[in-house]
């Protein structure tokens, strides 16, 4: 058996655009997913149809609190609006497990201009609400749902921020796993660098009518 069938994700928030990218990319890749939502029937709903389209039964939808309580690693996906409300109310269920935070602090209407949050980064503000039981790793932000919907190669990288090693190396094998280019970008105070830059990337979006832009590390590659 697959380690990968062993480690329950819980994709909180997963309902919308990034969370359901994020779902059939994984659970392509052999993880059990717990799709989370305020609405389990709307749980339920699009996980049928994730697991339509991927032809397996790998995705669960359930309430936010259940996924959170059952998995091993979230991954949180929700509007910054919701990111502390979410994540106050599921900080029992997260104690001693790994949050990767997906979470991009935008202030509509201005997603186009970087705002740093009063803890740093968004990530950092989890980190604090969570508190040191969890471990917060910064990831994924910088990826548009348009590019994890698809089944083509995803031309952008990922950085990793988080202060635990071993957790940053935990969420570069997820990354790795879906296919994407991972860097250890190192500490979680580093994460404000990758949020702030999905608001330049949405900017450059608008401004040159693209729809995807993401960002790649050149340079002498390392061995993969
Ligand atoms: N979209 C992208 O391409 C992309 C790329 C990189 C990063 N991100 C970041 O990823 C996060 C999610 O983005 P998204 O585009 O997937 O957002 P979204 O589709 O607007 O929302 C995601 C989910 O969050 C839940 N939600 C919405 N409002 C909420 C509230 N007030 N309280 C609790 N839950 C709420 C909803 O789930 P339920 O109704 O089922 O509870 C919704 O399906 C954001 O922080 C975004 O900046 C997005």
Known sequence: MSDRLLINLAILGGTGKEGQG???RLARAGYPILLGSRTPDKAARVA???NQRLGQASVRGMANDEAAGRCHIAILTVPYEAHRP???ALKERLTG????DVTVPL???KITTVYVPPAGSAAQEAQE???PTTQVVAAF???SHEHLVQDHPVPCDVLVCGGDDEARMQVLQLVAAVGLVGWDAGPLQNAVVVEGLSAVLIGINKRYKMRAAGIRITG???PR
Do not use: C, R, S
């Open 22 to 24: 994020l779902a059939y």
């Open 141 to 143: 932000q910088n990826i």
């Open 97 to 100: 497990k790994v949050l990767v």
């Open 220 to 222: 002498e590659q390392p």
């Open 107 to 109: 202030k509509p209407p």
């Open 86 to 88: 979410t994540l106050e």
């Open 129 to 131: 609400i969570l508190g």
């Open 48 to 50: 049928d149809e994730l």
